[in-house]
């Protein structure tokens, strides 16, 4: 494993050393907190950052793993293609935001605004998430296993909302229908994964009312 400390650093030194180092090798940044954009448009490699990180951590990543051992700034996993982020602690307001594809998982809890205009990422939030989580969501799913805040899933496009709590309210354009064995099956299969503990016959299913949102 090589290491990196970014205390005195600032972010395009951090990114160059990242990319030198990574070789088949994990790489491991600390003190990072005050850097935004760390390991951004990276394709391969494994990182993890030792503490807090900065805001958009990961945007455009596109095939790199990168773990965060305690929170994360704002707009993490902006515009994600490929990849995974892990974040152990609480992710700050608009955590993937925009993405294509990947994988984000949040073990604490979400800011308002998480995956905004997801077009086809797998969010999972282990805990509870702030309001307007998943508006305007073009495709792909967010997984909620506590409690959302106001206007979940607002105008709702395609893709998926599952939660396991409750909601303060829901959006324009959502339908609230019945999990299906496939629903709890492929739930079954991410809590395993990624190691979080929660009962996938519990929670419900949120879809779009209407292929038209925005005429109705």
Known sequence: MKTINAKELNLRDVNTAIKQQINGHRV??????????????????????QGDSGDYLGMLAD??????????????????TRGQ????????????????????VI???????????????TIIVAGD??????????????????N?????????????????GEWKSLGHNTHHVPM????ESQ???LFERYGIEADPSRFKKIIAASKKPFYN
């Open 28 to 49: 491991i940044v600390t003190d990072a907190e005050h850097i935004h954009g760390v390991a951004a448009g990276l394709k391969v490699g494994d990182i993890l950052i």
């Open 63 to 80: 095939g790199v793993t990168i773990e965060v051992t305690r929170n994360a700034g704002k707009y993490a996993a902006d515009n994600m």
């Open 180 to 183: 299906t064995n496939d629903d």
């Open 129 to 146: 998430i702030g309001d307007e989580a998943a508006t305007y969501m073009l495709d792909g799913q967010l997984i909620v296993v506590g």
């Open 107 to 121: 073990y604490g809890g979400a800011e308002d605004f998480t995956g905004t205009m997801n077009k086809g990422a």
């Open 148 to 164: 959302a805040g106001f206007n979940l899933a607002n105008y709702l496009i395609r893709g998926a909302v599952y939660i396991g």
């Open 85 to 104: 982020l892990l974040i152990q602690g609480n992710a700050g307001f608009g955590a993937a935001q925009y993405c294509y594809g990947g994988t984000v």
């Open 187 to 189: 739930l079954r299969s």
